[in-house]
């Protein structure tokens, strides 16, 4: 494939430079930037309202849904130019990233009409309510509860590491709703208002300072079957457009830190010497520019694909493993390099006000989110090497009938 711009895409990337330009910070002029705390979400919200005022909000959605009609090949121009600037948009990735096109593939066109346009403009906020206490990486083995009410359903249970659910207005729910069939065939995928009475958040302290994550608690919430993503018993199949959504958005912004390692190379000095020539900083230079070289070019690979017609696939993973690793390897290095200061996170005291010290804390998490390395390994070799699966000892099991602890 031939990688330039055409002359519409080449304007296209023009107008979305001037655009960050006139309304974004560049990246090498601010390291960081807080996302923590309501000033900052409510400064975000006005953010993502000017960028969808300006027509750059969810580029490739339909318009009737709020998005500006264009392709993905538009999406991966703005992801590209974005990476140069800090912007807050991280709030509103899981919804436009993941629930948006669960919503659009499985809701009624009324249900899609009313809620899709305040996705697209930021105006409510959306979370993925997946995980649980027990049910991370094996999520099918979820035991949160949706029995029928009539022509509502109601939800009991717990979910753990719910990103934003503080800020969300709505949010995605898998629930059991058969626990006489196997695991993944007793699921039902809905949506859910979080404001409502029986949806109680608490917030999880993190090791950063930060508090990006909750634990949910239902108790007697309501649905309306409106609100239902797909068939019952047939939320196994929207959970997996949720978690390939959510790899294929965060593969796009994965951080690796290699931009931010480079801009460090380049200005920082030790003992009157710049770091650029030291042989160590050397080598891992080339080894990083090599990694995030192959991840451009694996990037480049599922551009391809979109630009066929086709879907990113099970390759979104290797970004999200790849980038995910170096970011934190980059993030340890960096602080060692700092000597003693690399152990003061302080945006107004710190070397590069603070950023790879609070990357040291925050990379662990991005190991684990949206999948674990290891869950990423067995995507891979499944799925994009074609190696045996992996043996699963509760196929084809009744879930009431699995097994959860000694008897
Ligand atoms: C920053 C952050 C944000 C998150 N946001 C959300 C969110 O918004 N919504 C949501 O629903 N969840 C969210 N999560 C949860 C995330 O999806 C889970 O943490 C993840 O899926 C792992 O599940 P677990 O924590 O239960 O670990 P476990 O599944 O208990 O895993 C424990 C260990 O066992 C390993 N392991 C498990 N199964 C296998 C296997 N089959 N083969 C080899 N090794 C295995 C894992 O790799 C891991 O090392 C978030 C997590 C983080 C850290």
């Known amino acids: 494939m031939d990688f330039e711009d055409t002359p519409e895409l080449a304007d296209f990337r023009a107008r979305v430079r001037s655009w960050l330009d006139a309304n974004a910070v560049r990246r090498t002029d601010q390291l960081f930037m807080s996302m923590e705390g309501e000033e900052a979400f409510r400064e975000a919200k006005a953010w993502y309202k000017a960028k969808a005022d300006a027509g750059f909000a969810c580029l490739s959605w339909p318009s009737e849904y709020g998005g500006a009609g264009l392709t993905s090949l538009h999406d991966v121009v703005w992801a590209q130019e974005v990476e140069n600037y800090r912007t807050r948009d991280g709030y509103f990735v899981i919804g436009i990233g993941n629930c948006g096109p669960a919503i659009q593939h499985f809701s009624t066109e009324?249900?899609?009409?009313?809620?899709?346009?305040?996705?697209?403009?930021?105006?409510?906020?959306?979370?993925?309510?997946?995980?649980?206490?027990?049910?991370?990486?094996?999520?099918?083995?979820?035991?949160?509860?949706?029995?029928?009410?009539?022509?509502?359903?109601?939800?009991?249970?717990?979910?753990?590491?719910?990103?934003?659910?503080?800020?969300?207005?709505?949010?995605?729910?898998?629930?059991?709703?058969?626990?006489?069939?196997?695991?993944?065939?007793?699921?039902?995928?809905?949506?859910?208002?979080?404001?409502?009475?029986?949806?109680?958040?608490?917030?999880?302290?993190?090791?950063?300072?930060?508090?990006?994550f909750n634990e949910v608690y239902f108790q007697d919430a309501i649905i309306p079957d409106s609100y239902r993503l797909g068939e019952v018993g047939g939320g196994w199949?929207?959970?997996?457009?949720?978690?390939?959504?959510?790899?294929?958005?965060?593969?796009?912004?994965?951080?690796?830190?290699?931009?931010?390692?480079?801009?460090?190379?380049?200005?920082?000095?030790?003992?009157?010497?710049?770091?650029?020539?030291?042989?160590?900083?050397?080598?891992?230079?080339?080894?990083?520019y090599s990694q995030y070289a192959g991840l451009q070019a694996a990037n480049k690979r599922m551009i391809t694909a979109v630009a066929k017609g086709g879907v990113a696939g099970a390759?979104?993973?290797?970004?999200?493993?790849?980038?995910?690793?170096?970011?934190?390897?980059?993030?340890?290095?960096?602080?060692?390099?700092?000597?003693?200061?690399?152990?003061?996170?302080?945006?107004?005291?710190?070397?590069?006000?603070?950023?790879?010290q609070h990357a040291v804390l925050f990379s662990p998490g991005v190991r684990l989110a949206g999948g674990t390395d290891e869950v990423m390994r067995n995507i891979i070799a499944e799925q994009v090497l074609g190696l045996p699966q992996e043996p699963r000892a509760d196929k084809g099991m009744a879930f009431k009938d699995i097994p959860t602890g000694p008897s």
Request: hydrophobic content about 40%.
């Open 315 to 356: 390759e979104a993973s290797l970004g999200k493993l790849v980038g995910a690793v170096m970011n934190q390897e980059i993030a340890n290095f960096c602080c060692q390099l700092f000597g003693p200061a690399g152990i003061v996170s302080d945006e107004n005291l710190s070397p590069e006000r603070g950023h790879f």
């Open 110 to 212: 009324d249900v899609k009409r009313e809620l899709l346009p305040r996705m697209a403009s930021a105006e409510d906020v959306w979370c993925q309510l997946f995980s649980e206490p027990s049910a991370g990486s094996d999520v099918a083995g979820l035991r949160t509860r949706a029995e029928r009410d009539g022509d509502n359903w109601k939800i009991n249970g717990q979910k753990i590491w719910t990103s934003g659910a503080q800020y969300s207005d709505y949010g995605v729910v898998l629930t059991r709703t058969d626990p006489d069939v196997s695991k993944y065939r007793g699921l039902t995928l809905f949506m859910i208002d979080m404001r409502q009475p029986g949806v109680e958040v608490r917030p999880i302290k993190q090791m950063d300072g930060g508090q990006h």
């Open 237 to 288: 199949t929207g959970a997996l457009t949720v978690l390939m959504s959510e790899r294929l958005a965060i593969s796009g912004i994965q951080p690796t830190g290699f931009p931010q390692f480079l801009d460090l190379v380049r200005s920082l000095e030790l003992n009157g010497e710049p770091i650029a020539d030291d042989p160590i900083v050397r080598e891992r230079l080339a080894t990083w």
